[in-house]
């Protein structure tokens, strides 16, 4: 099936948006019936076991937007 980007480029920003999430919704559809790797898992669990362990050793989301986004 051919694509044409100058068409979608020329869509309306409600109707890029709807296609956006479309397309990233079909992704997660595909992602989510592949299972997990035993590394992933394993490092998954890691983090979680680190979490409970010290679950105030946390940098909030908003330091990290400042500190490598410079928001």
């Known amino acids: 099936m051919a694509i044409d980007k100058n068409q979608i480029m020329n869509l309306d920003n409600e109707e ?3 296609l956006a999430f479309e397309l990233l919704d079909s ?6 019936k592949e299972p997990l790797s035993v590394w992933k898992r394993k490092l998954i669990e890691e983090r979680s076991a680190a979490h409970k362990n010290s679950p105030k050793a946390v940098t ?3 330091e990290v937007r400042k500190k490598y ?3």
């Open 16 to 18: 890029k948006r709807n």
């Open 27 to 32: 992704i997660d559809e595909e992602f989510i």
């Open 60 to 62: 909030p989301w908003t």
């Open 69 to 71: 986004f410079g928001e």
